[in-house]
Every structure is written in C-alpha cells, then in structure tokens.
T-cell receptor
C-alpha cells in the first residue's frame, strides 16, 4: 500500500501565476482533505472533497479551488499566487464516516513545498 | 467553535527522562482528539486518538494521553524519551461532523531530546 502520495514534492512559482497540486489517496479511501502549513505553524484546513464535491471549506479565499476525480484522487488549484501562499500543502485521505463506518483515521501525505517568488 | 492550545512551543528533555507535552482544547460538543508527530521533511503521522471510548489512550512508540473533560486537557506523555522522539508534535481536535472532518491543529510543540 503506497499510502497517500502527493506530487510534485517541491515547486517554485512566480507571483500571479497559477499552480496545481495533486494527491492520490490511500487505497480504499474515498475522502480527500487539503491543508496549508505555513512555516512554523500548524496545518490549516482548506477544504474536503467527497463524492467529487466540496463538502467542507475552511477560511480560504476563492483563489483556492479543488477537484476530486471518480478514482478519488484530487487536485488543489491556487490562482493569482501571492508571496503569502508559500507553504507546505498537505493532503489527507480517509474513509467517509457513515452509520457503520465510524472513527476512521486521516492519513497524510508528505506534502508539496510551494515557494512563491 | 473548536480550538486547541498547546501550552509549550518548545520542550527539551534528556534521553531516558519522561516527556510531557501539554494541550488544552475547547469544543462545543464531544470532540475527537488526536496527537500527530511530524519529523523534518516528513508527513504527519498519527500517534494516538481519543474518540469517546477509554479516557486513557495508548499510542505508538510508547506514547499515551489522557482525556480529562473537567480540565479540557489532552496531555501527551511518554515515560522515557528516546533520541528518535525529537520532532514536532501537534494536538488536534476534529471539527463537527466526524473524527476526520476539518481537523483543527494546535501551533505545535517542538520536542528536543538531549543525549
């Protein structure tokens, strides 16, 4: 089991550009969440995707958007990059909790380090 | 709203001595609580989780934590530190709706282990 895989591992972009980050969830997982971890801080929730729809969203502007594909993989897109978007972007996968699937665990990938210059 | 406060940004211990990393939480409902560890240039790894079962939770690598509702605390402990425990530790509370929805992280505690 490859676990959660993210690509690329590192990325350098210029202010104003657009970026796409990719995530493949752990085998058997159907839910993907994205987090932003600025240097020296804890990760902050961006949004969560389930059944190809955004299910929850944190306090991030509309420049941050996402997508989930039928195979449960996901993309995070950031438009009009700002210097402040420089961070480690983490993807987490889990099983959606239903009446018979409770208390599941979120598994994290190693992240994509985005530097905006 | 849910939140967590990690009371120490840095903790330094000697190898073989006990570890205590402190966390207080705030939640308007019965939360799920977690401790994650992050080694340099690596992803987050779950150490342990509390999800309304036993209040004393045992995790990996000898770590454990006790959920104390009256004190709104979820402190992480280990009887004897190892050099490999040096890392950043995050206390996490789940958002409303489930244990894996909108995890809310503390600001982290950097644990240093001296030889």
């Amino acid at each position: 089991d490859a676990g959660v895989t993210q690509s690329p591992t590192h990325l350098i972009k210029t202010r104003g550009q657009q970026v796409t980050l990719r995530c493949s969830p752990k085998s058997g997982h159907d839910t993907v969440s994205w987090y932003q971890q600025a240097l020296g801080q804890g990760p902050q929730f961006i949004f969560q995707y389930y059944e190809e729809e955004e299910r929850q969203r944190g306090n991030f502007p509309d420049r941050f958007s996402g997508h989930q594909f039928p195979n449960y993989s996901s993309e995070l897109n950031v438009n009009a990059l700002l210097l402040g978007d420089s961070a480690l972007y983490l993807c987490a996968s889990s099983l959606a909790e239903t009446g018979f699937k409770m208390n599941t665990e979120a598994f994290f990938g190693q992240g994509t380090r985005l530097t905006v210059v | 709203a849910q939140s967590v406060t990690q009371l120490d940004s840095h903790v330094s211990v000697s190898e073989g001595t006990p570890v205590l990393l402190r966390c207080n939480y705030s939640s308007s409902y019965s939360p799920s609580l977690f401790w994650y560890v992050q080694h340099p240039n690596k992803g987050l790894q779950l150490l342990l989780k509390y999800t309304s079962a036993a209040t004393l939770v045992k995790g990996i690598n000898g770590f454990e934590a006790e959920f104390k509702k009256s004190e709104t605390s979820f402190h992480l402990t280990k009887p004897s530190a190892h050099m490999s425990d040096a890392a950043e530790y995050f206390c996490v509370v789940s958002g409303e709706g489930g244990a894996t929805n909108k995890l809310i992280f503390g600001t982290g505690t950097l644990l240093a282990v001296q030889p």
